[in-house]
């Protein structure tokens, strides 16, 4: 499961390549991110330096507890509020980008299909597949939000379960969306698409929470998100290779450097 959960990194890190071979394609990937950084940064920005009068709104019967408690309850209380945002704008973030710049991650997508060889007769979508798909995940990503808000009241030791469980969800979350390219140009089944995660899922996992703690690096989001588009294709690619399907193509070659 470890050496799975490092190939998911590792496939990630594969994605990065593209901007030694493709650097113009990648770039055109930074303006629907670029944009997208801007619009949920005026929505977080607000949150999070008013996270002070939010906690103390939210807990009032402590206002008279002695220190440090009352600043530790309302310092706990503000992390699992910004913990939670942070998964939700980062199922938001995903949403927006791959909508806006759906013609730019096709192309990228594209060019690494055709790359790795075999590529799929069809292409991944167009737009309203991208809005379809990204109404889906900022659902997906409201849930999330709120189940890292419960678990993070959990006294002691709910502020980090609710922050790991956050990263893990997220970026479960964004693998499985950003893979969905692929499977939608070969019009693979939700029971085939099941199969297919069943097979890989420490990998799948792996590239996820990788994915989503590059998300959390200042910028970090800009410029890994056309990363991702690449790597999920390769990803993808590996599982297709690792859990053959009938509707698959026979010849389908796993990537370079599959575990």
Known sequence: MIQEFGAGIRTLIRGFGLWRTRPGLMNLGLIPAV????????????????MTSISAWLTPFAEEWPAPWKGLLRGAVGFVIV???????????????????????????????????????EDGGGFWTALGEGLRLVVL???????????????LVGGILGGVLGVVLSGRLLARELTGRSFDARNLSPADRAALFSGSRARVLGFGVATQLCFLIPGGAVVVMPVAVAASTMLARDMMARTPLAALPPALPPTPGQA
């Open 35 to 50: 944009i997208s950084i801007l619009l949920l940064g005026a929505l977080l920005l607000p949150l999070i330096f008013g």
């Open 83 to 121: 913990a939670a945002a942070i998964a939700l704008s980062t199922a938001v973030f995903s949403a927006l980008t791959l909508t806006i710049g759906d013609p730019f991650y096709q192309r990228i997508w594209h060019a690494v299909e055709v790359d790795l060889g075999n590529p799929p007769p």
């Open 141 to 155: 990503g409201i849930l999330t939000a709120l189940l890292v808000l419960l678990i993070g009241f959990v006294p």
